[in-house]
């Protein structure tokens, strides 16, 4: 059994939050893939599905950010659950908006809500860190990650958190490299060789001048034609 725990604050004020991008991803995978309603437990909110052939929980720790290590204590020894077997999503201040990367154990970097985790169940759970940027100033953090994702980064919001979805079967059978392709299909897509011709690029070099035929008059001749 494997349990996805995405990280955020209850309640519709904080719903399209950076902070609440774990609780998004969670979210996704559930709807996506059929999972059963959401039901109050383990001070969160629990869902209970598969993704391929793993039985999955999905949790959304309900204690506020800076306590999730509560309610993922509970459902881990409850369920007698591995650390190993845990797969925390997060947002991430140190990685660009729409850049993600998976981590396995390690420390916490200062986001509360893995400190909490720490201090529950320890360090070796894995994480997937979802990039939101930096405000640019370490003061400016709190008031960055509480307020709303922009109407500008909804799609590549978007993009992430289909991705996600797309590669949950992968995940969830400890695939990180083809999770990360799937999203990376998402956020990144290859172009086809045989698709349809986009515009040119800015620094495409032009066209070749076709090779001029050869010059076959005899010298009298180019003579008479250069003065006529």
């Known amino acids: 059994m494997r349990l996805f ?7 519709a004020k904080y719903s399209q939050n950076r902070h ?5 991803a969670i ?45 993922v204590g509970e459902a881990l020894r409850f369920h007698k659950i591995d650390v190993a077997d845990i797969v925390v999503f997060h947002d991430e201040i140190d990685l660009a908006p729409g850049k993600l990367k998976a981590k396995a154990g390690g420390g916490h970097a200062g986001h509360n809500g893995l400190r909490s985790i720490h201090s529950h169940i320890g360090p070796d759970y894995a994480r997937i860190r979802m990039g939101v940027g930096h405000p640019g100033h370490k003061d400016a953090v ?36 083809t999770f990360l392709n799937a999203v990376a299909q998402r956020t990144a897509p290859s172009r086809s060789s045989t698709g ?6 800015p620094h495409r070099q032009p066209d070749a001048e076709p090779a001029a035929e050869p010059d076959t008059r005899n010298p009298l001749q180019k003579l008479v034609d250069r003065f006529s």
Do not use: C
């Not at 725990?5 to 209850?10: D, E, F, K, Q, S």
């Open 5 to 11: 725990v995405g990280l955020g604050n209850p309640g």
């Open 20 to 24: 609440n991008i774990g609780f998004m």
């Open 196 to 201: 349809t011709k986009g515009p040119s690029s």
């Open 27 to 71: 979210d996704r995978i559930a709807e996506d893939h059929g999972f059963a309603p959401f039901r109050s437990k383990f001070q969160g909110s629990l869902s209970e599905g598969r993704l391929g052939t793993e039985k999955v929980l999905l949790l959304k720790p309900e204690t506020f950010m800076n306590l999730s290590g509560q309610s």
């Open 142 to 177: 709190p008031g960055y990650v509480l307020r709303d994702f922009p109407k500008s980064d909804l799609d590549w919001l978007d993009d992430v958190l289909r991705g996600i979805s797309d590669g949950a079967d992968a995940l969830a059978r400890n695939e990180t490299s």
